[in-house]
C-alpha cells in the first residue's frame, strides 16, 4: 500500500506552474451532441471527449480560493470536466457557514448566499474552459442525501416545491454555457420518483437547452434503463463496480465489468451519448476502491466500447484535510496520458469491434478482466485494442484499408509508443504485449 506525503505549498505551486495541459486547444462552449448522436461537439463543431474529476463535494468543501487552486491542479492534468453536488446531505453547511436552505432543507427558500458562491466557482471553471456537471438534489445510495425515505427532504418538499427549486435553479445559472446537469444521485428514484421528476421538469423548462440534463443511478443501472424516453434526459451516464474485486454489499459475479454496460448502452435503439460517470475509485480504503491499472482501464474500456467519456474518481471526492496529496495519486497522473492518446485520433470515428471481424482471436472471455476490447473507425483505417494483461492477439489486418500499415504499442503508464516491425498488410498478424502488464495497441492505415 502506498503510503501518502505531505507537500509543501511552494512544491505544489510549481506543480501547478509547470503542468502542461493535455488538450491542444480550448474548447468552446457551449457544447452540443454531435449529428450522430454518439458524443459532443463544441461551439466550433470539435469533438470534445468528457474527461472528468469527481470533485463532488467542491462547493460545500472548499473555499472560493481553494476551489480555483484544484480546479487549476486539474486542468493542468488535463482534466476538461468536473463532477460536483451543489450539496450531498441537508445538514451540510459551505466553508462560509451558509447552508444551502432556509428552514428545515425547505426547497422553496433556497439560501441566495450559498448558491452566489457556486456561481463564483462556475465563473472560476468558465475561465479555465472547464466543463462543471452538476448535481441537485442528491438522492443519495444509503440514506446519507436527500432523499429514500418519506422523511427526507426530496419527499418531504413533495412535487411542487421540488419542481420550483428546478425552475429556481435553471434561472440562477442560466447564464452558464459551460454547464451540465444530473438528476438523481447514486440511486433509482423509487419512492421520491415523483419529485424527482417534477424537478427535472422544472429544471429542464428554465435552463438554457445547452445545459444538458443526465440521471445518476444505482449501479449498474443506466440513466436510460430508467428513463430513456423522458423529454429531459440530454445524455446517459454508466455505472458500475466490483467484478474482480469482492465486497461487503455485492456478489461481484452479478455486478458486470465497465465494458459490459457500455456495449449494452451502445446497442440500444434509441441513441444518445453516454459516459461512465462513477466506477472504481483510485485510492486504499472502502469497498469501491481500486489500484492505478483499475482507474487506468476503465476510460480505455468505454472509449472502445462506444462512449463519449467518463469520470475518474478518487478519495479526494470529498475533499478531506489531505486532498492536495490526495490530487498526486498516480492514476489521475497516467490519465494524461489517456487523453493525450485519444486527443491525436480520431476518437469520435471508433466502432466496437463486437463481432470479431477484426481481432479473431485471443481476445479473451467475455466478463473476465482479460476480455480485449477494440474499436475500428468507420473508414477502416484505424484499429484500437485495449489489453488489461499480457495474451497474444490475431488480427486480421485485411480487414483494414489501405496497402501501407504500421502497428505501435501504447503504453498507458508513460505515453510512449513502441514500434511492432515486420507486419504483414494484408494477412493474418500476432500481436503480443511488450510486458505483463496492460497496453494499448494501435494500427493505421494509410
Not at 85 to 99: A, F, H, K, L, N
Not at 133 to 160: A, H, V, Y
Not at 313 to 318: I, K, V
Not at 360 to 385: F, I, N, P, R
Request: aromatic content about 14%.
Amino acid at each position: 500500500m502506498q503510503k501518502c506525503f505531505s507537500v509543501p505549498p511552494m512544491l505544489f505551486s510549481l506543480l501547478i506552474s509547470f503542468a502542461s495541459t493535455a488538450i491542444s486547444r480550448e474548447t468552446t462552449f457551449p457544447l452540443q451532441i454531435s449529428s450522430n448522436g454518439r458524443h459532443f461537439v463544441d461551439g466550433q463543431g470539435y469533438p470534445f471527449l468528457y474527461h472528468a474529476d469527481t470533485g463532488w463535494q467542491i462547493f460545500s468543501q472548499l473555499t472560493t480560493e481553494e476551489a480555483r487552486e484544484y480546479l487549476l491542479f486539474r486542468k493542468n492534468q488535463g482534466f476538461n470536466t468536473i463532477q460536483t453536488q451543489i450539496v450531498m446531505s441537508p445538514e451540510q453547511v459551505d466553508r462560509y457557514g451558509r447552508p444551502p436552505f432556509g428552514g428545515d432543507a425547505d426547497f422553496s427558500r433556497p439560501d441566495p448566499a450559498y448558491h452566489d458562491h457556486v456561481a463564483r466557482v462556475l465563473d472560476i471553471a468558465d475561465s479555465l474552459g472547464l466543463l462543471v456537471t452538476m448535481s441537485q438534489p442528491w438522492l443519495g445510495c444509503c440514506e446519507e442525501g436527500f432523499g429514500n425515505r418519506p422523511d427526507k427532504p426530496i419527499r418531504r418538499n413533495g412535487p411542487d416545491k421540488n419542481r420550483k427549486y428546478g425552475e429556481y435553479l435553471g434561472r440562477k445559472f442560466s447564464r452558464f454555457n459551460n454547464l451540465f446537469w444530473i438528476i438523481g444521485g447514486d440511486n433509482d428514484p423509487k419512492g421520491d420518483l415523483k419529485e424527482i421528476v417534477a424537478f427535472a421538469e422544472g429544471l429542464r423548462a428554465a435552463a438554457p437547452k445547452h445545459q444538458l440534463l443526465t440521471y445518476h443511478a444505482s449501479a449498474s443501472h443506466s440513466s436510460t434503463d430508467l428513463f430513456h424516453y423522458a423529454d429531459w434526459l440530454g445524455f446517459s451516464m454508466v455505472y458500475t463496480y466490483w467484478r474482480d474485486k469482492p465486497g461487503e454489499w455485492v456478489n461481484p459475479e452479478q455486478m458486470p465489468e465497465v465494458y459490459e454496460v457500455c456495449l449494452r448502452e451502445y446497442n440500444k435503439s434509441h441513441v444518445m451519448p453516454f459516459i461512465l460517470g462513477e466506477a472504481q475509485y483510485e485510492g486504499f480504503t472502502g469497498n469501491d476502491i481500486g489500484t492505478p491499472f483499475q482507474v487506468r482501464r476503465q476510460p480505455y474500456w468505454i472509449m472502445l466500447c462506444g462512449g463519449a467519456g467518463h469520470a475518474y474518481g478518487s478519495e479526494l471526492w470529498n475533499f478531506p484535510a489531505n486532498w492536495r496529496e490526495i490530487m498526486l495519486y498516480p492514476g489521475a497522473g497516467q490519465l494524461r496520458h489517456f487523453i493525450d492518446f485519444f486527443s491525436a485520433l480520431p476518437w469520435w470515428m471508433l466502432v466496437p469491434d463486437q463481432r470479431h471481424r477484426v481481432v479473431v482471436a485471443g481476445y479473451g472471455e467475455y466478463m473476465k478482466t482479460d476480455y480485449v476490447t477494440t474499436a475500428v473507425s468507420e473508414d477502416s483505417k484505424l484499429l484500437v485494442s485495449y489489453l488489461s494483461q499480457r495474451q497474444t492477439l490475431v488480427a486480421d489486418l485485411s480487414k483494414l484499408h489501405g496497402g501501407t500499415k504500421t502497428a505501435r504499442w501504447f503504453d498507458p503508464r508513460n505515453g510512449q509508443y513502441r514500434d511492432v516491425p515486420n507486419i504483414s498488410p494484408n494477412a493474418l498478424n500476432q500481436f503480443t504485449p511488450p510486458s505483463n502488464e496492460d497496453w494499448v495497441l494501435l494500427v493505421k492505415s494509410k
